[in-house]
């Protein structure tokens, strides 16, 4: 982190307050823990219609509907969705490229923590019960689901604890992560995502499969993008520690096409598998990439 003195709240009471009207919800049927505002792959008798199904002895006479059996001479049942809440888990990066800041406030990694900090604030105030798990070549910390402001001023502390460093495997790491999470709700997955997009994609589209609902977030450094540099530069691997020396003038047009094309990769590979993905460029003011994204999602959900 940037700002030590902070320490408990990667952001700040505005942004807070600003990112509250927010929502974060999953797309497809969750399975929660107890009573909320989301619908529930469980089936019961207290919110919206979900199916009829044929009556069998022992059902309780009060959920007949008697207009089908008017119409049909059948006695059918109407099943309902619950509502419950949506079980959230945050997931970050902490490998090493996460360290890569330019000329901003921020590193990828000091974005990265606020990204998620505002999505497990929201979580918090929807009453929704969140996990939070690093990750890099392996699962570096996690927190399990609870609720509340207590666990919330715990996951902050994991978050501004945690620290960017060593490789990154998404094919290990990124399913020892999420493998915790038990309970259908959504997933949110904030990197980089500086690996072979094949591989991301396909770990991603497990974790949809298993969990419900996954976002792809990919943070990026706007410099890093475009090799904005006019003289001979030493570059640091930060993940396998090499230095290349290079002139940026000379291979910045193949490089930006480079990681267009990677970018692009990612993003296909998200859509391709049913899931979102935006691209979240790091700045000063961080709520304003996170916010853009959940409003795009809402908009297109209705």
């Not at 929704?128 to 927190?143: E, P």
């Not at 980089?192 to 997009?197: I, S, Y």
């Not at 049913?274 to 959900?301: K, M, N, Q, T, W």
């Amino acid at each position: 982190m940037t700002n030590t003195a902070d320490h408990w709240h990667p952001i700040d009471p505005a942004t807070a307050e600003r990112v509250a009207e927010l929502e974060l919800f999953a797309r497809r049927r969750v399975q929660g823990a107890m009573q909320g505002g989301r619908a529930s792959i469980q089936k019961g008798h207290s919110a919206d219609f979900l199916q009829h199904r044929p009556y069998v002895q022992g059902d309780s006479l009060r959920h007949l509907d008697w207009r089908v059996y008017a119409r049909t001479g059948r006695l059918a049942i109407r099943e309902y969705e619950e509502q419950t809440n949506t079980p959230a888990t945050v997931i970050l990066d902490v490998s090493g490229s996460m360290r890569t800041g330019g000329t901003g406030r921020f590193t990828k990694h000091d974005f990265g923590i606020r990204t998620a900090a505002i999505l497990l604030t929201l979580a918090c105030l929807q009453r929704d019960q969140f996990s939070l798990a690093l990750f890099n070549t392996g699962r570096v910390a996690h927190l399990p689901f609870r609720g509340g402001r207590g666990h919330l001023r715990r996951a902050f502390q994991a978050l501004v604890e945690g620290r960017p460093d060593g490789g990154t495997d998404f094919v290990q790491g990124l399913p020892e992560a999420a493998a915790h999470a038990s309970r259908r709700g959504l997933v949110a997955v904030i990197s980089d995502f500086m690996d072979d997009p094949e591989a991301i994609s396909r770990q991603l589209a497990a974790i949809r499969s298993r969990l419900g609902d996954v976002i792809a977030l990919q943070v990026h450094e706007p410099r890093e993008a475009d090799l904005d540099f006019n003289s001979v530069t030493r570059f640091h691997d930060p993940e396998g520690g090499g230095v290349l020396v290079v002139d940026p003038v000379l291979v910045r047009r193949e490089y930006r096409r480079v990681f267009a094309e990677h970018c692009d990769a990612i993003r296909a590979g998200c859509r391709r598998h049913g899931f979102d993905h935006f691209l979240l460029a790091v700045g000063d003011d961080y709520a304003a990439p996170i916010e853009a994204c959940l409003r795009a999602r809402l908009a297109a959900s209705g």
